[in-house]
């Protein structure tokens, strides 16, 4: 029995079944934005097309605009250095206003 209850517990140490998670009450989450839904789907339709010529710019985008990451945060989560970041971001900021003003 000692043995089982051993194996257990180290199951449910490894990362794949969830050791240092925390569980998230989603009814506590904050939402990063609070806009309208006519701009939102403003920037829906332009990070479409931003995601069609760069799905990595589009990714930069989602985390900031959506989850509320700063740019030095959203850069770690995808791999970039600060400054890549905040270049990709100034591009794709300028994207989307551009393509939200044509609309």
Known sequence: MRRILIDNARRKQRPKHGHGWERVD??????????????????????????????????L?????????????????LGLSESTAKRLWTYSRAFLLRGIKCL
């Open 61 to 77: 985008v989602k985390m900031r605009y959506f989850a509320g990451m700063t740019i030095p945060e959203a850069g770690k989560a």
């Open 26 to 59: 989603l009814d506590k989450v904050n939402v990063a934005i609070q806009t309208d839904d006519d701009t939102l789907l403003l920037v829906n339709e332009a990070l479409t097309r931003l995601e069609q010529e760069d799905s990595q710019k589009a990714e």
